[in-house]
């Protein structure tokens, strides 16, 4: 990428989305296939994992129609490994937060499916996944997460981040219940 400066942040700046969840929908999971066999053949070895994460990843739980995927690259800060090739693919660089564990967010032109890139290691990959897993044994912790969602989908907000920030704590609660969890199983 040279010297010159890339655009951090949300790239083409913020965007009023409504925010709509539906009651899930069994298709998402054919939906999240197709894309993981489209990611994976664009990045070929690159690729070291690729997970179907997020609200739509958790059957029985309401969501936005939108399919969230993690994609684990060996050093997400070396675009050139990964960003041309998901760009032929039809993806488009959407968030680019070298300050926050190097992630890189890409959307389909649709915009149903976002495609989230860390470095192999990144202490996010452990949470998604303990969140994901959680919600699919927690039925409790599923309606508590689908009722907040629920909740404030009612709102008023200027985009989908400041959404997204408003479910920071219930998401954080589930998370330390997960782990928690996790190591009540272990001891």
Not at 26 to 48: C, D, K, S, T, Y
Not at 84 to 104: F, I, K, M
């Amino acid at each position: 990428m040279g010297s010159r400066s890339l655009e951090t942040g949300l790239i083409g700046g913020i965007e009023k989305r409504e925010i709509r969840i539906v009651d899930y929908d069994p298709m998402w999971r054919a939906q999240f296939e197709m894309h993981a066999g489209i990611i994976a053949g664009a990045l070929g070895e690159a690729v070291l994992q690729v997970e179907h994460i997020g609200s739509t990843s958790v059957p029985g739980l309401a969501a936005k129609p939108i399919v969230d995927i993690l994609v684990v690259v060996r050093n997400s800060a070396d675009e050139s490994s990964y960003l041309p090739r998901l760009t032929s693919a039809g993806y488009l660089l959407r968030v680019r937060e070298p300050d926050w564990n190097e992630h890189r967010m890409f959307r389909t032109p649709e915009r149903d499916v976002h495609v989230h890139v860390y470095s192999e290691g990144c202490g996010e990959i452990d949470r998604n996944l303990a969140f994901r897993n959680h919600l699919r044994t927690n039925p409790q912790d599923r309606d508590r997460y689908e009722m907040t969602k629920r909740a404030l989908a009612k709102k008023d907000w200027p985009d989908m981040n400041a959404y997204a920030s408003a479910k920071t704590q219930v998401i954080e609660d589930i998370i330390a219940a997960a782990k928690a969890a996790r190591c009540r199983s272990a001891g």
